[in-house]
């Protein structure tokens, strides 16, 4: 039932890639998800056009502005998560998305620029959640980050820092940057499927995705600082 939208005014940070990474390894513990390709590009319906999708995600492209609340609507009454990808900039859409959210996730690269970025999306959710009373939550996720926090270069951990001083709620666990997440758009299917001759550091990146997942789960059970 949850609806969880990927947004950010910024293209290429790892929005879709997020998104996948979530849907699949929700659908891996059973769960019925519904993403909602809402991006022009449809790269969710080019990845469900490949072979290896579990039988409990639906991706249903949906980019008309006036559909996409009904669509969003239908979605979350039949799934247990309703998982909206948008494209990196602003639109009706996305507003549309928003006012229909449960938690806006808003993926972030570590450097000075992705954070201005970023600050505009968390503007963007706030006053989504004005405008329909009710404040939604949202979180930043650090994407495509080196594996070790101890390769963190000194940008990525200023942008840490500020948004830990203004407050911003971080999914604890950061996506690193892993070739099995790309492999997820160039071979179809999921991170089951793979194996160790498709894809290097295949353990590491499953784990990752686990613990991202499971993060984002207790987020929306526990609910975050609005
Ligand atoms: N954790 C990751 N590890 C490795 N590569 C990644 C990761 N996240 C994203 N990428 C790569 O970065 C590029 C952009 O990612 P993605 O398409 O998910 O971003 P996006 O925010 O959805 O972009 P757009 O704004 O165009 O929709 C892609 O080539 C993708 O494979
Ligand atoms: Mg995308």
Do not use: C, H
């Not at 939208?5 to 513990?29: C, H, Q, R």
């Not at 449809?42 to 669509?71: C, H, M, Q, S, Y």
């Not at 999921?190 to 550091?201: E, H, N």
């Amino acid at each position: 039932m949850p609806v969880i939208t990927m947004l950010s005014p910024k293209g290429g940070v790892g929005k879709t890639t997020t998104a996948l990474i979530l849907a699949t390894e929700l659908a891996a513990g059973g769960r019925t998800v519904v993403m909602i390709d809402a991006d022009p590009n449809f790269p969710l319906a080019r990845w469900a056009g490949k072979e290896g999708k579990p039988g409990n995600i639906e991706v249903i492209a949906e980019i008309d502005e006036d559909e996409i609340i009904g669509t969003i609507d239908a979605a979350r009454k039949r799934a247990d998560y309703v998982i909206v990808d948008l494209e990196g900039k602003a639109s009706a859409r996305a507003t549309n998305a928003l006012m229909m959210s449960n938690l806006a996730l808003v993926p972030i690269q570590g450097s000075e620029l992705d954070a201005v970025e970023a600050a505009r999306a968390f503007k963007v959710v706030r006053n989504a959640g004005t405008a329909r009373q009710r404040p939604l939550p949202y979180a930043a996720v650090l994407t495509r980050a080196p594996a070790s926090i101890r390769l963190w270069p000194r940008d990525l951990k200023a942008v840490v820092a500020n948004l830990e001083g203004a407050g911003i709620p971080m999914i604890a666990t950061a996506l690193a940057e892993r070739g099995a997440f790309r492999g997820l758009f160039s071979m179809g299917g999921t991170l089951a499927d793979m194996t160790a001759a498709d894809v290097g550091s295949l353990d590491t990146a499953r784990q990752n995705a686990k613990a991202f997942t499971s993060d984002v789960v207790a987020m929306l059970k526990e609910g975050v600082p609005a």
